[in-house]
């Protein structure tokens, strides 16, 4: 037997406070037991978001787990840069280091085994993730990772920050960008120091942390919560709507042939240009990023989760299914502590749980009593996560090989991507479609 422990925490380190939350239980009957740590990093486009709004009571309890939620820089605070010694950027992702080094000299007091600890977080957090695995300053630091609806992509990073410094031609010093600061893109840099070189590069060099890792998306990842937060942005007088850029005609052929072709209703249309969002922000980068780790000889397991929760029912439209960031209420075992879920909502969530538990501890989230979960190898096979699991294979294959072969052919993937994100408005959704 044990009891559920819930400490709040704030760590001063290198003048800066840090905050995280742990969970974890005192086991009255073998106090002398370690066990897996798992650390969430939550999402919010690196503007926004709190450790505080995570409950990680129940997937402590459920699973013999130690959960630890991390709070990091935001916004200005945490990636801006102005390319010299008086802004690097990256502090946000720093924090998140300086975090894991704080868990592997402290976590054993509280039940938790540095020698196992499990990266985990979604949208942002999943980038987060994503960008531990590449960086040399986080290697030995966390041992798992799981990336839920986010990894790194090049359009959400500059290796010229004082580009964006000087935004609007404002001819001023450094010191005074920190007066302009609200204006500017959030975005990661290529500092030398978190990122030593482009995730791109590292990647092809197999320069990462070498750890078994899960990336999943969700079936409408650009169903109903990033869209109207796209739309809501011109109302707060976000310069986004007075952008303007012109997609040259070839690229947007190409586009238009492959999702936007034989449509006769309007709901058509709405679904294939959310579906076209959902694959370039999401799917593909998944993929991209599955097979770089894969190649890299990195065990690797890719889901896809389907579920539309009964919660939102009169909520959200009856066209959306899993939306982005739907998955995060069954990791965490909210229909435990909310109530508001059916008996298979919580079956479902107790199937999550396990999953994750069981990867955080052997790295292989498969177990006894659970659909197997093949890695992700030459055949690409994935799960779908839903009521039922089931094993299926090459995750929108054709609309993949869009994206990676047949596009490229015309122009340089990277570009046409970032000008893709860019055009829709405002540049904050450069962040936010991955948080």
Avoid at 25 to 41: A, R
Avoid at 150 to 176: D, R
Avoid at 417 to 434: E, M, R, T, V
Wanted: aromatic content about 14%; proline content about 5%; hydrophobic content about 40%.
């Amino acid at each position: 037997g044990g009891f559920l422990f819930y400490f709040p925490f704030s760590v001063t380190q290198n003048y800066f406070p840090h905050f995280m939350n742990i969970y974890f239980i005192l086991h009255v009957t073998n106090s002398s037991c370690f066990f897996q740590v798992m650390v969430w990093i939550h999402g919010g486009g690196l503007v926004t978001g709190a450790a505080s709004t995570y409950d990680g009571s129940a997937l402590s309890a459920f699973e013999n787990v130690v959960v630890v939620t991390i709070q990091y820089r935001l916004g200005i605070l945490g990636y801006f840069s102005s390319g010299d010694e008086h802004a690097r950027g990256n502090w946000g992702y720093l924090d998140q280091v300086a975090a894991l080094q704080w868990i592997q000299e402290n976590i054993e007091h509280f039940g938790g085994d540095p020698g196992s600890v499990t990266i985990f977080g979604e949208s942002a957090g999943g980038v987060s993730v994503s960008a531990l695995v590449l960086s040399p300053l986080a290697k030995g630091l966390f041992h798992k990772a799981i990336s839920e609806s986010g990894v790194t992509i090049k359009g959400l990073f500059t290796a010229h920050p004082e580009a964006q410094a000087n935004v609007g031609s404002c001819n001023i010093n450094n010191k005074g960008i920190f007066f302009l600061l609200q204006s500017l893109l959030i975005s990661t840099v290529l500092d030398g120091v978190f990122f030593p070189k482009s995730p791109e590069e590292l990647l092809a060099e197999k320069a990462i942390n070498a750890v078994p890792y899960i990336i999943g998306v969700n079936t409408h990842e650009f169903g109903w919560l990033i869209p109207n937060v796209i739309l809501e942005q011109p109302s707060k007088g976000s310069s986004g709507g007075k952008k303007h850029l012109h997609i040259p005609a070839e690229f947007t052929y190409l586009l238009t042939n492959e999702y936007l072709s034989n449509i006769e209703e309007p709901t058509q249309l709405r679904d294939r240009l959310f579906e076209l969002m959902g694959d370039a922000v999401f799917v593909v980068p998944v993929i991209q990023r599955a097979r770089y780790h894969r190649d890299s000889g990195n065990p690797v397991y890719i889901y896809r989760f389907h579920h539309r929760s009964s919660s939102y029912e009169g909520v959200r439209p009856d066209f959306v299914k899993a939306d982005h960031g739907d998955e995060i209420g069954y990791v965490f075992g909210k229909p435990f502590l909310a109530g508001d879920a059916t008996e298979e909502e919580g079956k479902l969530s107790k199937t999550i749980m396990k999953y994750w538990a069981n990867f955080a501890r052997k790295g292989n989230p498969n177990g006894e009593g659970l659909v197997t979960w093949p890695v992700y190898n030459v055949d690409e096979q994935y799960l779908i996560i839903d009521i039922k699991q089931k094993a299926a294979k090459k995750l929108k294959e054709n609309r993949v090989e869009f994206w990676t072969k047949t596009l490229p052919k015309k122009m340089y993937f990277p570009y046409v991507f970032n000008l893709l994100l860019i055009s829709l408005g405002d540049p904050w959704f450069l962040c936010y479609a991955k948080g």
